[in-house]
C-alpha cells in the first residue's frame, strides 16, 4: 500500500463526497479522494490513475453502481470496492457482494467505515500478493513447459506406478512414439523384453534408497526400444519428486548411438595405428593393420593395392584372411593375378579415385572376383588410401554375408585408411633410409659397408661347409674421360647400365656391388 491512500469516490452529491472524506481523514487516514459521477469520467479516472480503494453510491443519475462494479473490476479484479448508500435493500447487497463488492454501508451509519477500509486494503494486498505467486507459477510452469518441450534430450515422466504422464518432443523423435499415442502406457513399453525386468528392479531399489535425484556421474546405459523395434543405446539419469498424487519420476534419456559409432571409429583408428606402429616393416605393419581391421568391421579378408611404375599394373602390397575354408587359395590367386589400373574392383577405385561397394559378388564379370565367388565370399568394397593429399594405395574388403551398402562404414574405413597410410608412408620412408645406409644412391647396388657384411657372411658359409669364395674387383678404365667429355650425366647413366648389366649376369645369392668412384 502506498503512504498515501488514493481513493476514488464515485458520488453525483458533492456533500456527501467531502463527509466521506472528512471521516476518513479524522480517522487518521492521510488520503487523497477524488469524485466522479458519471460513467465516462469513471473509466476515465481508472485509465489514468492508481487507486487504492473505491467508495460508490448505489444510485446515481444516468447509471447504477452495478455499472461501475462491473468498470472496477474489469479495471482490476483486487481493488476494494465498497458501496457506500443512502438506500440499499438487503437482496441488492447480497447481489453487489456476489458480483465481487467488497463490503456495503448505510451512509447514515459510518462507524465501520474507516475498519472495514483498513480489513479491506489488507484484504486486497494478499490478494495481489496471492496473483502474483499464482502469475510467477504459471510463468515458471510455462518456461518449464518450454524447456522441457525443447529439450534436445527425450524428458519422459511417469507417476508411482511408471505409467507415463509426460513425453516431450525429443522422446517423440528418439522412440518413434506420438505424445498421445504414449500417455498412459507403461514406461516398459520403451524397454526391450530382455532389460525390463532388470530396469523394474533399478528403479525399486533407487525408490527406496531415499535418493532425491541421480545426479549425473551416475547415470547409467541401458537399451532403448523405439516403437518400430529397433534397438538403439541410450543414457539415463532419474530423479523423483513427491505431489498430491504421491511419488513421481522423470527420466531423461539421451540417444548414444552416435556417441559409441564415434567410440567405436575412435578406438578402431588407435588399434590400427597401434598396431602398424608397432611392426618393424612395411608387410608385417600392413598385415597387422589389416587384420586389426578385419576382426573389428568382422570382414572376411582384406588386401591392399599399390601401382607399380614400371608396368603400370597394380601390386598387392599386404594382405589378411581369416582361416577358413577357401580363402587363404583365393588369397594367393588374387596376388597372382592383379589387375591393371583400370580393371576389376581395385583398379577402377585407383582409376576414379572413388569408393566402390558390391553388394552381390555372383553377378561380377572379372575373372578374379568369380574366383572370390567360388571361395564363398558374397560382398566387396574397395576405398582409396591417402597419405595426406597424395593417392597412395587401395584397401580391398571382403565378406563372407552379403553387406548392403553403409555410408557410415565407409567414413570408417577411410578415416582408418587415413592413418595407415600415414603409418606406412613412415614406414616406406624408413624403409628407404635403411636401403640408403647400404645401397649406392646411383646404381642401387650394395655399397662397401653392406658388401663386406655379405662377404664376411659368405666366407663364414664357406668355411662351415668347405666350399670357396670368388671375388671379382673390377675397375672402369677411361671413365674420368667420359665425365670430361661427354659430361656427369652420361657417366652416371654409364655407371647405372654397367651395374645393371653386371647384376644380370650372375646368379640371385651372387653379390654385385659398387665400392668408390
Known amino acids: 500500500m502506498a503512504d498515501r491512500l488514493r481513493v476514488l469516490i464515485v458520488e453525483d452529491c458533492e456533500d456527501d463526497a467531502l463527509l466521506l472524506a472528512s471521516q476518513l481523514r479524522e480517522a487518521g487516514l492521510d488520503c487523497a479522494c477524488h469524485r466522479v459521477d458519471r460513467d465516462d469520467t469513471l473509466a476515465e479516472s481508472l485509465a489514468k490513475h492508481a487507486w487504492d480503494l473505491v467508495l460508490a453510491d448505489y444510485s446515481l443519475p444516468g447509471f447504477d453502481g452495478m455499472q461501475a462494479l462491473a468498470r472496477v473490476r474489469a479495471h482490476d479484479p483486487h481493488l476494494p470496492f465498497i458501496f457506500v448508500s443512502g438506500g440499499i435493500g438487503e437482496d441488492v447487497a447480497i447481489a453487489a457482494l456476489k458480483e465481487g463488492a467488497s463490503d456495503y454501508l448505510m451512509k447514515d451509519n459510518l462507524r465501520r467505515l474507516v475498519p472495514a477500509i483498513r480489513r479491506e486494503l489488507r484484504d486486497a494486498e494478499l490478494r495481489r500478493a496471492q496473483a502474483r505467486a499464482e502469475r510467477r507459477l504459471r510463468e515458471a510452469e510455462a518456461r518449464y513447459r518450454n524447456i522441457v518441450a525443447l529439450a534436445a534430450d527425450a524428458v519422459v515422466c511417469t507417476d508411482a506406478r511408471l505409467q507415463i504422464t509426460l513425453f516431450n518432443h525429443s522422446a517423440e523423435t528418439v522412440f518413434g512414439y506420438a505424445h498421445a499415442e504414449i500417455l498412459g502406457q507403461p514406461l516398459s513399453r520403451l524397454l526391450p523384453e530382455s532389460a525390463r525386468a532388470r530396469h523394474d528392479e533399478q528403479v525399486a531399489r533407487f525408490a527406496e534408497s531415499g535418493e532425491a535425484v541421480r545426479i549425473a556421474a551416475h547415470r547409467a546405459e541401458l537399451v532403448g526400444l523405439r516403437k518400430d523395434g529397433s534397438e538403439f543405446p541410450a543414457e539415463i539419469s532419474i530423479s523423483r519428486w513427491h505431489d498430491e498424487e504421491g511419488p513421481a519420476y522423470v527420466a ?51 588386401q591392399v593395392w599399390v601401382a607399380k611404375a614400371d608396368t603400370g599394373r597394380l601390386e598387392c602390397l599386404g594382405t589378411w584372411c581369416r582361416k577358413e575354408a577357401g580363402l587363404e587359395a583365393f588369397r594367393m590367386a588374387s596376388i597372382a593375378s592383379p589387375p591393371g589400373q583400370n580393371e576389376d574392383l581395385p583398379g577402377w577405385v585407383w582409376a576414379s579415385g572413388q569408393e ?149 649376369g650372375v646368379r640371385e645369392s651372387d653379390v654385385v656391388a659398387r665400392l668408390s668412384g
Not at 397 to 411: E, V
Not at 415 to 432: D, I
Not at 469 to 478: E, P, R
Open 252 to 302: 531423461i534419456v539421451r540417444d548414444i548411438t552416435q556417441r559409441k559409432r564415434d567410440q567405436r571409429i575412435l578406438n578402431l583408428i588407435q588399434n590400427v595405428t597401434l598396431a602398424a606402429s608397432g611392426a618393424q616393416d612395411v608387410q608385417t605393419a600392413l598385415g597387422e593393420g589389416l587384420r586389426t581391421l578385419c576382426e573389428s568391421l568382422d570382414w572376411s579378408m582384406a
Open 356 to 504: 566402390r561397394w558390391l553388394e552381390e559378388l555372383s553377378g561380377a564379370s572379372s575373372t578374379r572376383l568369380q574366383l572370390a565367388v567360388e571361395a564363398g565370399l558374397r560382398t566387396a568394397v574397395a576405398v582409396p588410401v591417402a597419405a595426406g593429399q597424395q593417392k597412395f594405395a587401395v584397401l580391398e574388403l571382403f565378406s563372407r554375408r552379403p553387406r548392403p551398402r553403409d555410408d557410415h562404414l565407409l567414413r570408417i574405413l577411410g578415416t582408418a585408411m587415413s592413418q595407415l597410410g600415414v603409418v606406412l608412408q613412415r614406414k616406406f620412408a624408413e624403409a628407404r633410409l635403411r636401403h640408403m645406409a647400404h645401397h649406392d644412391y646411383l646404381t642401387e647396388l650394395p655399397n662397401r659397408a653392406l658388401f663386406a657384411e655379405r662377404l664376411h657372411q659368405a666366407m663364414l658359409d664357406a668355411t662351415r661347409h668347405q666350399r670357396r669364395v670368388a671375388v671379382a674387383l673390377l675397375d672402369l678404365n677411361q671413365f674420368k674421360a667420359v665425365n670430361d667429355t661427354l659430361g656427369h650425366a652420361v657417366g652416371d647413366e654409364l655407371l647405372r647400365e654397367v651395374g645393371a648389366r653386371l647384376r644380370a
